[in-house]
């Protein structure tokens, strides 16, 4: 059940789920160009596409490709309150459990191995686990993070409930304990971090990563360059499918020695930093502070001067950074949204500069809130709606496997005007 869960298309032979998952970018495809014939746009091709789409980019790697899994911790199938897994089942049925994820294909050995580890450890702990925060209980979820270099970062996330701080100290010790000289010494974590929380996410600058042991960041090397993380920096689940993703949108951009390209959702900088030495300015833009610190960091390691990133609400900083922009050179936008897409004001100030001609849409989800974002690239302007900008078009799709197993596809949709 797990394995279905999670992983849909594990009993599929890998060919037949690339050909899965092109049928629903095509589906995604041919919803565009009818949602933008109501708009008056006259988008059908050949299939009734709203522009070209080539065959799915098969992943490198197919089974344990995932470079970061989370854990929650729950009643398991035999009861048991501290089981470390994944969840089967729903709220609203009532029927979760949550299921140890030793089988399942796309987490690597390695995460499986930390989560026995924190299930071992837990289970020792006096502590209850945390399921519902209003019935009390501590111990919660579990982030692992490894790169290609070897390193691993495990990040273990604690409900405070009413303990103080001697009584949390001593929980922090026994955790740093048993993973450098106890059972858990064989992960060989790079790094080993804690957060207290009281919500269900909850970011740095609300409650701090504390570091337990070992080194703060963990490092990952991608076309080339070298790459620092922090605990809640994006960086793309597959590393060697960002890779061939990451060259792929390189060349799409078409960027000459002129260009300035403005990545949009920039994460730890990976897009804009694999392709400064194309262009003669990158601009980065990302609401997670730490990752804003890791790209400015990565820029400078890797000798690369000619990129500045800016940290905040895209909404925020993209309209004002644009509203102002007098510079004559051409400008390639990369935008690489979470599932909730763009904010509407984002899209606004990039239809509203002239100076975008080429634009670059990286969804994980096209079919969801990317498809509104996708209509409001394309429609034509409203004064109504502040889009005084000519219109985008679609001129190209590239899907690519970046969830080898899953329904999931990552769509490289290309606009210009």
């Known amino acids: 059940r797990l394995a279905n869960a999670v992983t ?3 009993r ?3 060919q037949e789920q690339l050909q899965v998952k092109y049928e629903s970018q095509r589906k995604v495809l041919q919803t565009l160009a009818s949602r933008l014939e109501e708009l008056g746009i006259d988008a059908q091709k050949p299939g009734g596409l709203c522009c070209p789409l080539q065959p799915v980019v098969p992943s490198p790697i197919i089974n344990g490709y995932r470079n970061k899994s989370t854990f929650s911790v729950n009643r398991g199938p035999d009861g048991n309150p501290k089981t470390v897994g994944l969840y089967v089942g729903t709220g609203r049925g009532r029927n979760i459990v949550c299921v140890k994820a030793n089988h399942v294909e796309n987490i690597p050995s390695k995460h499986k191995q930390v989560a026995q580890c924190y299930e071992e450890f837990i289970c020792r702990s006096p502590l209850d686990s945390c399921i519902l925060f209003h019935e009390g209980g501590h111990w919660r979820e579990l982030v692992v993070r490894t790169t290609s270099c070897g390193h691993t970062m495990a990040i273990i996330t604690f409900h405070p409930q009413q303990l103080g701080q001697e009584a949390l100290d001593t929980q922090k010790a026994l955790l740093k304990e048993f993973f450098t000289c106890g059972p858990g010494a064989v992960c060989a974590l790079t790094s080993l971090y804690f957060q207290e929380s009281t919500m269900t996410r909850c ?4 409650s ?15 076309l080339g360059l070298k790459f620092r993380i922090s605990p809640d920096a994006f960086f793309q689940v597959n590393t060697a499918g960002a890779q061939v993703l990451y060259q792929a949108v390189g060349e799409l951009c078409q960027a000459t020695g002129d260009t300035v390209l403005l990545d949009i959702c920039c994460g730890t900088g990976t897009i804009g930093l694999s392709l400064a030495n194309r262009v003669s300015k990158v601009i980065g833009v990302e609401v997670v502070e730490k990752a804003i610190e890791d790209a400015e960091w990565n820029a400078a390691f890797n000798g690369i001067s000619n990129c500045e990133f800016h940290s905040g609400k895209a909404e ?5 950074l644009l509203a102002s922009w007098e510079d004559a050179r051409p400008v390639v936008a990369v935008v690489n949204p979470s599932r909730a897409g763009l904010h509407y004001r984002v899209v606004r ?6 100076s975008i001609r080429r634009l670059l849409y990286i969804s994980c989800k096209p079919e969801g809130e990317a498809m509104r974002n996708f209509l409001e690239l394309c429609c034509p302007p409203n004064p109504k709606k502040k889009l005084a900008g000519e219109p985008f078009t679609p001129v190209l799709a590239i899907p690519f496997d970046m969830f080898p197993h899953t329904v999931h596809c990552e769509l490289v949709l290309l606009f210009t005007r």
Do not use: T
Request: proline fraction near 14%; glycine fraction near 2%; charge should be negative.
């Open 208 to 222: 701090p990563y504390q570091l337990l042991h070992g080194a703060p960041h963990i490092f990952e090397e991608l």
């Open 349 to 354: 100030a990039i239809r509203n500069c002239r």
């Open 12 to 14: 599929l032979p890998y």
């Open 203 to 206: 970011s740095h600058e609300q």
């Open 8 to 10: 849909p298309l594990w």
């Open 316 to 320: 925020a900083v993209l309209p004002q």
